[in-house]
């Protein structure tokens, strides 16, 4: 499944981003998908994750409470609303297909993540 993340940018600190995830497969509706992101220098984390409805999802203790991720399957788009952002929230934003809640459904393959920058 192909998915395209965006909506990134620089936002200073407390301030909010709405990332989307978009895709084109017929199959979207099916999917969990999660959100991951990559500080500079860091590993890549999880994040957030929702499963085919949102009527389960799940975050890191990083970012619960903050983040919220909900989806239209009728779009084909996966959001996550970022709110009172922090300077530790900077990084390349992905997202991609799990097994709910975190497993790579489709492998360690990612599409072109979206940048989050964070200014104090």
């Known amino acids: 499944v192909q998915l395209q993340a965006s909506g990134g940018g620089l936002v200073q600190a407390g301030g909010s981003l709405r990332l989307s995830c978009a895709s084109s497969?017929?199959?979207?509706?099916?999917?969990?998908i999660g959100w991951f992101r990559q500080a500079p220098g860091k590993e890549r984390e999880f994040v957030s994750a929702c499963n085919w409805d949102a009527g389960r999802t799940t975050y890191a203790d990083a970012v619960r409470g903050r983040f919220t991720i909900s989806r239209d399957n009728a779009k084909r788009t996966v959001y996550l609303q970022m709110n009172s952002l922090n300077p530790e929230d900077t990084g390349v934003y992905y997202c991609?297909?799990?097994?709910?809640?975190?497993?790579?459904?489709?492998?360690?393959?990612w599409g072109q993540g979206t940048e989050v920058t964070v200014s104090s």
């Open positions: 991609n297909a799990v097994r709910y809640p975190r497993d790579l459904r489709f492998g360690d393959t």
């Open positions: 497969s017929l199959g979207f509706a099916s999917y969990a």
